[in-house]
Antibody, heavy 112, light 110 residues
Framework: EVLLVESGGGLVQPGGSLRLSCVGS????????MTWVRQAPGKELQWVAT????????YYVDSVRGRFTISRDNAKNSLFLQMNSLRVEDTAVYYC??????WGQGTLVTVS | QAGLTQPPSLSEGLRQTATLTCTGS????????AAWLQHHQGHPPKLLFY???NRPSGISERFSASRSGNTASLTISGLQPEDEGDYYC???????????FGGGTKLTVL
């Protein structure tokens, strides 16, 4: 069974930082592009960032570029999202995603 | 970033067939195809199809997907009450190097 389990969400003040983690199992993590997607309360799904399977290239939505950093540790089947300079509008449930396989349960980030 | 176009709502009768559409461009839907997600409030999105008509294990065969040009379609046959929810399409935009999403279609089963 493919599983993606996020952690690291919580309440943080504007300007603060958080680091989200995601551990994958049930598939060959090191061969997959991995993605973070978020959904703010009452809003649509929004793509946040993607990283290639070997970590060589990262892609970001404009609104987080320069503030967020996506990374991975294939030896630990882990994906990360370092979020700095957080804003109120970053409040959302953040999902760890392999677009060809599965979505995680999500972790809530509240900036207030 | 640009998004994909989905009708905001659709209503169909119980045991009928619903067809949801998702319109993009040659850079996204027309590039590698679309993924379809089912989302019930309070639960994480569930992947129904990826890259057009690839169905992950465990997805009912009542769901089918196709693509014609830059428009992807999701068809749900034999509608059940549990099929009510929001359905999103997404695709990798090769020109933007970004994932793009549709705004979602709220499906109501009458």
């Amino acid at each position: 069974e493919v599983l993606l389990v996020e952690s690291g969400g919580g309440l943080v003040q504007p300007g603060g930082s958080l680091r989200l983690s995601c551990v994958g199992s049930g598939f060959i993590f090191s061969k997959c592009w991995m993605t973070w997607v978020r959904q703010a309360p009452g809003k649509e799904l929004q793509w946040v960032a993607t990283i290639r399977e070997d970590g060589s290239v990262e892609y970001y939505v404009d609104s987080v570029r320069g503030r967020f950093t996506i990374s991975r540790d294939n030896a630990k089947n882990s994906l990360f999202l370092q979020m700095n300079s957080l804003r109120v509008e970053d409040t959302a449930v953040y999902y760890c995603v392999d677009p060809d396989l599965s979505w995680g349960q999500g972790t809530l980030v509240t900036v207030s | 970033q640009a998004g994909l176009t989905q009708p905001p709502s659709l209503s169909e009768g119980l045991r009928q067939t619903a067809t949801l559409t998702c319109t993009g461009s040659s850079n996204d839907v027309g590039y590698e195809g679309a993924a379809w997600l089912q989302h019930h409030q309070g639960h994480p999105p569930k992947l129904l199809f990826y890259r057009n008509n690839n169905r992950p294990s465990g997805i009912s065969e009542r769901f089918s997907a196709s693509r014609s040009g830059n428009t992807a379609s999701l068809t749900i046959s034999g509608l059940q009450p549990e099929d009510e929810g929001d359905y999103y399409c997404s695709a990798w935009d090769s020109s933007l190097s970004a994932w793009v999403f549709g705004g979602g279609t709220k499906l109501t089963v009458l």
